[in-house]
């Protein structure tokens, strides 16, 4: 019987976790705030923006929000970024990608204070993820590691291939499987648009992460039987629905659940994650902040 990683109850517990976390802030008089920035009108990104503040309400966070015309000079979110790192409410800063063009994306993710990067963009915590000695683990992979413990999947020993070599998803990834520390120890394949005999990866793989932003790209005919499938992906296409259109993963989940022994859906798989995870890290990032000590679920 395959297994189906329900990412939305895992999500739910770990949202329970952080409300508790920001209980015990708050006892010692702190509030912890995320601001969340927004320079762009496509309406995707405003809705990820809202959905985030609508999850801070729930857990207790204050939310603090701005936005900037898109049309407005670089320097005006440069400095927006300023004032929040200066902020003493502000526990964690994102901004929404992506910028527009004339918006130099690495400036941006070098400004955001490293101590306030919630999204675990900044170089330095990219560094210190890799050494072992992660500050803040950014949202998506982190949630694929969380989902794989609840589900008790070993990945110790195990053969990972990621496929995607993004630096939100695939890079920090496979940063995490590999890392010497419970949930990591796999031993793991990174595929990308290069990779030649993927199919041979990703068939001898214990555990697939699909991150290549390509509908029902990894299916069933490609698997090793009983092998854990978590599709990150979240790709609109069209469809007869009343949008027009719908959200489908990376794999092709019908073929895949076939054969897999655990498989995250999509929606309600990693996405409920990458949400919850930031919840997460806007109070760890306050318990640094103010040396008070939570217990993170
Ligand atoms: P990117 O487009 O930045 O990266 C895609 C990666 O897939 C690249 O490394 C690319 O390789 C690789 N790739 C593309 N085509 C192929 C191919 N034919 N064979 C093998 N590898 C290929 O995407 P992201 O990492 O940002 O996102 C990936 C998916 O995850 C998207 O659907 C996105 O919407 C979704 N997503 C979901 C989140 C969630 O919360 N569930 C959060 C973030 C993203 P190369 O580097 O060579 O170009």
Do not use: W
């Amino acid at each position: 019987m395959t297994e189906v990683i329900d990412g939305e109850a895992v999500a739910a517990a770990i949202r329970s976790g952080v409300s508790d976390c920001v209980e015990t802030l708050t006892a010692s008089g702190v509030r912890p705030g995320l601001a969340t920035v927004l320079m762009s009108d496509d309406p995707a990104s405003e809705t990820y923006v809202s959905m985030k503040q609508r999850d801070c309400e729930e857990v207790g966070i204050e939310g603090f929000h701005v936005e900037i015309d898109p049309d407005a000079p670089a320097s005006e979110l440069y400095d927006t970024i300023d004032d929040l790192n200066d902020r003493e409410d502000v526990s964690g800063i994102l901004v929404q990608l992506p910028v527009p063009d004339h918006v130099d994306k690495r400036t941006v993710l070098r400004r955001v204070a490293p101590e306030k990067d919630v999204d675990g963009f900044h170089p330095e915590n990219v560094g210190r993820l890799v050494a072992g000695d992660a500050r803040f683990k950014p949202c998506t992979p982190h949630g694929v590691q969380k989902l794989l413990d609840a589900y008790d999947i070993e990945t110790e020993g195990a053969d990972a291939v990621v496929v995607g070599r993004s630096d939100i998803v695939g890079k920090p990834m496979a940063n995490l499987l590999i890392q010497k520390a419970p949930g990591g120890n796999a031993t793991t394949t990174v595929c990308h648009s290069r990779t030649r005999n993927l199919e041979e990866k990703v068939g001898s793989a214990d555990i697939v992460v699909a991150a290549a932003g390509i509908p029902g790209f990894v299916d069933g005919s490609m698997l090793k039987e009983g092998a854990t499938v978590i599709d990150v992906g979240i790709n609109k296409v069209d469809a007869d629905t009343e949008k027009g259109y719908e959200l489908v993963g990376d794999v092709d989940y019908d073929s895949a659940s076939e054969v897999a022994g655990a498989i995250t859906p999509v929606p309600g798989g990693v996405g409920p994650m990458t949400r919850a995870m930031l919840l997460y890290n806007t109070v760890k990032a306050a318990g640094l902040q103010h040396d008070v000590d939570v217990d993170l679920p």
